[in-house]
């Protein structure tokens, strides 16, 4: 499978506990995108790398929020301190100049 | 709250029939669309992306329509097959490489 790949694909944490999800884009891909989707909603951009440097985030991505992509290849998504409306789907996508193909995204439920 | 959030707008079709699912965009300086279909507990699949310097695009059984006098994009499906069955959400891009995506529409094959 050459698809987007993230792990874990479920997550269930308590409150305060730290998480870290990881994500696999398209080899080819230099662009990597993280979003956070709740439910019946769609996704919202958090950040984004083009090779291991990440050129943007979101207001949305608090400092208990971090990402890293260290030799441009896969991802990872750190949360601190997970609160309760933490709780989420976390998708990764990888693209190229214009395009983006989500994973199958991480569920985290914070309880 | 979450609620509201599940009401999102529904469009139910005959198998067999087409269907034309519509989203309105926010920005006129958007240049970049794409369509993502959205089965349940997976993530978005895309479907058909079209930039705006276009105003028609067609796929296999998918076509996607760009008016960016009154900023509308919709995506219509040929001979609807039960697999069609998701929510649908229509993104834009503008100026830098996040996509925004806007509220989804439940498509709903009838037998």
Request: aromatic letters at 12%.
């Given at each position: 499978d050459t698809g987007v790949s993230q792990d874990p694909r479920h997550k269930i944490t308590k409150r305060g506990q730290n998480v870290t999800f990881r994500c696999d884009p398209i080899s080819e891909h230099n662009r990597l995108y993280w979003y956070r989707q709740t439910l019946g909603q769609g996704p919202e951009f958090l950040?984004?790398?083009q090779n291991e440097a990440q050129l943007e985030k979101s207001r949305l991505l608090s400092?208990?929020?971090?990402?890293?992509?260290?030799?441009?290849?896969?991802?990872?998504?750190?949360?601190?301190?997970?609160?309760?409306?933490d709780s989420a789907m976390y998708l990764c996508a990888s693209g190229g100049l214009y395009e983006q193909y989500f994973g199958p995204g991480t569920r985290l439920t914070v309880t | 709250g979450e609620s509201v959030g599940l009401h999102l707008p529904t469009l139910s079709v005959q198998e067999g029939?087409?269907?034309?699912?519509?989203?309105?965009y926010s920005n006129s300086a958007s240049d970049y669309f794409i369509w993502y279909k959205q089965e349940s507990g997976k993530g978005p699949q895309f479907i058909i992306d079209i930039r705006s310097n276009m105003d028609k695009r067609q796929g296999q059984r998918v076509t996607v329509l760009l008016n960016k006098t009154v900023k509308h994009l919709s995506l219509q499906?040929?001979?609807t097959q039960p697999g069609?069955?998701?929510?649908?959400?229509?993104?834009?891009?503008?100026?830098?490489?996040?996509?925004?995506f806007g509220t989804g529409t439940r498509l709903t094959i009838i037998p």
């Open positions: 950040t984004y790398f400092d208990r929020f971090s990402a890293e992509r260290p030799k441009g290849s896969f991802s990872t998504l750190e949360i601190q301190r997970t609160e309760q409306g | 029939d087409n269907s034309i699912i519509n989203c309105a499906i040929a001979a069609d069955s998701a929510v649908y959400f229509c993104a834009e891009r503008f100026g830098n490489e996040k996509l925004t």
